[in-house]
């Protein structure tokens, strides 16, 4: 006996009226592009539910694969038995079996086919006699169990699940547009993202790389980063941005106090070039209000002008520690704290300003020309697709 | 050449050899080095990593790069012992352990830890109920083996890993060193925390190993310096060693899947065959890892027999050869509860997926011959 298939639930989905269709179709897409590396793994949809069939496969890793699927709210381990009372009790103590320190449990029996010769409350007794007669020390408990054991005897087959893993909840990345998230390799920037995807947004990624202050390295690291995101959704392309020749520019001819604020800005104003290259809608970013010095009300205010583009900022109220353990859960805090420099902590300044004003800067970029400097980093991006497959030259050696 | 001491150690596969030979010439540098060559091996570390932590379904931070299974260990039991033992100084293990567990916890009773080594039954198996019974409010470790080295037979690590989880502060260590490749092994579901493994028992190079760390776990490291491996296990890596033995453990779990039947079939023919010799006894028990086959010949001195068919060019080993210099008697066999005929007179006979029906055919052969060789000169 053994776990045959994973049944899939959705949470807030059910909610979204006519759009639904749309949701759950999503839904099965990135269900089956998650699974189809294993073979003969199949994604169903029957009244309401979703299955994946494990033809044969062990069942965690397709687990683990599924968890990690925003839109679904739970997940549950099921098997699929023929209509006859002994396989049905056979697989009900199987399942609970499978579930760790239970004290208590309770059966609930739906019968949907009614030709099925017990009834739904015999059918509870029988199945609830058989588990307590089968195991020591478990007792039922209809109120507040351990573990529900759940069997659905169905036309074609009876399903038995017992235990019930937490999905991530949100809604199916692609369901939601696309955003432009600034990927800097720390550690709040990839949680933005994966917040945004929650919500089922799709992203594209962009870096600011500035050689030879920030090291390949560094590229690298966001790179992984990308691709630890794309566990949770789909394949992202990461736009490479050289920015040193800008940055030195920056930091050479603007006030020292006042060169963050503009480099922040100068990045807004390229992500918006390339939002309106690919056909993106809106920027996301890991600002988070009163951590750091860009990240005040009033620098917010003032880089927020030079792009008129909603900008998604999923972490702008959360405490740091709050961030933090999101990054531990989603598997990106051991890449984001590698101690390589990136951009934005290269070009320190001795004392940026806390309080920018908006007019203040308008003046000192009017001084200057960036406009060539800008144009030769749009020109100069590279863009590489990472999928959660993007091994790197290696391959061939492992 | 028939070559069936494969729980010694194996035969470097070709196109992992191959990995090697590239990586050592071209990727040289230390990944710890800040410009770019440094930068490529260790892109090349991390690639490797992950793709041994997802063929263990693991998460790349849980997996340590060491020198082999006796490092392993160590580091599992020691590093334990000395970061918890302000929780207590009690440890579990079996009387069928590697000598790198046995002796590690022989050092440690000299600091004051006290272990407990459980018996098995005549199948080479633990009793869960010993297990229950031994662990204590101050036992910090239960580490048993999953495969035994000398005769196959498989531990319950399941149910020990659910008897473990009810003890929340102890943590459960696994040997796998023989399973692994043949025997499946399910560490996150089985509540294990710490497991080891060898590169060159699954056709890796000698001096390459893992050590899987649940990642809540904290160790004391027997290495300290640069803080290579999490800081676990610090000094250059041995990158080309590690990219063979991740290749190695792509190609061997690939063989698990396919061709894990086919080895089960020579095993069972092997046994088949050698029970119909006269005075010969089988101690590997039925349900057993695919690999391994254990006989005694009572009466029969088993260096004579090794030599015998060596001069054949066929090899196989008496017990491990890790305590085969110790002295006469196998532990595993005498704690399994054989007598002293049985025991002193062990063949352990050990596959590969590379072995095939011809060889095993020929071996059988052979052995007759050498048994009644012997024997004849007795009389």
């Known amino acids: ?77 099921a098997i699929k038995v023929d209509n006859e009372v002994e396989k049905v009790k056979e697989a009900a103590l199987y399942a609970l079996k499978q579930e760790e320190s239970v004290n208590t449990f309770k059966v609930s029996v739906k019968r949907i086919n009614k030709d099925f010769p017990v009834r739904s409350q015999e059918m509870n007794q029988v199945l609830g006699g058989h588990l307590l007669s089968k195991t020591e020390g478990i007792t039922v408990d209809v109120h507040n169990p351990d573990v529900e054991v759940k069997v659905e005897i169905r036309k074609e087959a009876t399903y038995i699940t017992s235990g019930v893993t937490r999905g991530l909840g949100g809604l199916p990345v692609g369901t939601s547009g696309k955003s432009l998230l600034l990927l800097s390799g720390g550690i709040d920037s990839p949680v933005a993202g994966f917040l945004a995807m929650k919500r089922g ?29 794309t566990k949770f959704g789909k394949s992202i392309k990461v736009h490479i941005v050289p920015f040193t020749k800008l940055q030195q520019e920056i930091f050479r001819e603007m006030p020292d106090a006042y060169a963050m604020t503009i480099m922040r800005r100068m990045m807004f104003r390229i992500s918006e070039e390339v939002c309106k290259k690919e056909g993106i809608l809106s920027l996301t970013t890991g600002e988070n209000l009163g951590q750091v010095a860009s990240q005040t009300m009033d620098s917010m205010h003032t880089i927020n002008e030079v792009t008129n583009y909603p900008i998604i900022r999923p972490l702008v109220t959360m405490d740091k520690q709050e961030v933090i353990n999101i990054s531990h859960d989603i598997g990106t805090y051991e890449t984001s704290i590698l101690p390589y420099e990136d951009c934005c902590t290269i070009f320190v300044p001795k004392s940026p300003k806390t309080k920018p004003k908006r007019d203040k800067v308008n003046y000192y970029e009017s001084t200057y020309d960036f406009s060539p400097s800008i144009q030769e980093a749009l020109e100069g991006i590279e863009t590489t697709k990472i999928t959660d497959k993007t091994l790197d030259s290696f391959s061939d050696l492992l | 050449m028939i070559y069936l001491d494969n729980s010694a150690t194996t035969r470097p596969d070709p196109s992992v050899l191959e990995s090697f030979n590239q990586v050592t010439t071209q990727y040289y540098g230390n990944p710890s080095s800040i410009h770019q060559f440094g930068g490529l091996a260790e892109k090349l570390l991390i690639s490797a990593k992950t793709q041994a932590a997802d063929l263990l379904h693991v998460d790349k931070e849980e997996i340590i790069f060491t020198s082999g299974g006796t490092e392993g260990n160590n580091i599992a039991i020691k590093g334990i012992a000395l970061e918890h033992q302000n929780r207590g100084k009690h440890i579990i293990t079996t009387e069928i352990e590697h000598p790198s567990i046995y002796e590690a916890c022989e050092g440690l009773k000299k600091l004051g830890f006290e272990i407990t080594y459980l018996p098995v039954n005549e199948q080479g198996i633990i009793s869960l109920q010993d297990l229950k019974n031994a662990i204590r409010e101050d036992t910090i470790l239960i580490s048993i083996m999953h495969v035994n080295n000398e005769v196959g037979s498989i531990q319950p690590i399941e149910a020990i890993g659910e008897i473990a989880k009810q003890h929340p502060k102890l943590f459960f260590h696994v040997d796998d060193v023989q399973g692994l490749g043949k025997v499946p092994l399910n560490l996150k579901k089985h509540g294990i925390d710490l497991c080891t493994y060898s590169g060159h028992k699954i056709h890796g190079l000698k001096g390459t190993g893992m050590l899987y760390v649940n990642r809540r776990i904290k160790l004391f490291p027997l290495f300290h310096g640069g803080s290579q491996e999490l800081n676990l296990r610090s000094g250059t890596e041995n990158l080309a060693g590690i990219v063979a033995m991740v290749k190695a453990l792509r190609l061997i779990k690939e063989k698990e899947k396919n061709e894990v039947s086919k080895m089960y079939e020579l095993q069972q023919y092997i046994i088949q065959e050698v029970k119909k010799i006269d005075c010969v006894a089988v101690n590997t028990p039925e349900k057993a890892a695919p690999h391994i086959v254990n006989i005694s010949v009572p009466g029969v001195k088993p260096e004579v027999i090794i030599h015998m068919l060596g001069e054949k060019d066929i090899f196989i080993s008496t017990k491990s050869a ?14 399994c509860g054989f007598k002293a005929d049985r025991s002193t007179s062990a063949l352990r006979i050990s596959l590969s997926y590379d072995n095939t029906m011809e060889e095993i055919k020929t071996f059988i052969t052979e052995l007759k011959w050498a048994i009644n060789e012997f024997k004849q000169a007795l009389e």
């Not at chain 1, 949701?23 to 990135?30: G, R, S, T, Y």
């Not at chain 1, 189809?36 to 299955?51: A, C, E, L």
């Not at chain 1, 069939?53 to 599924?66: R, S, W």
């Not at chain 1, 962009?206 to 790179?223: D, M």
Request: hydrophobic content about 40%.
């Open chain 1, 1 to 77: 006996m053994e776990f045959d298939h994973i049944l899939i639930r959705y949470g807030e989905m059910a909610l979204k009226g006519k759009n639904i269709k749309q949701f759950i179709n999503q839904l099965q897409q990135n269900v089956q592009q998650k699974v189809k590396d294993f073979p003969n793994v199949k994604v169903k949809r029957t009244q309401g539910r979703m299955f994946v069939l494990l033809n044969g496969n062990e069942p965690e890793p397709i687990m683990e694969k599924c968890k990690k699927i925003f839109g679904i709210q739970s997940l549950s381990l």
């Open chain 2, 322 to 335: 890790c305590s085969s210099k110790l002295k006469d008697e196998s532990k595993v066999l005498a704690a």
């Open chain 1, 201 to 229: 947004v799709e992203i594209e990624a962009i870096h600011f790389h500035s050689p030879p202050y920030t090291s390949e390295r560094a590229k690298q690291k966001v790179l992984d980063l990308a691709k630890q995101l």
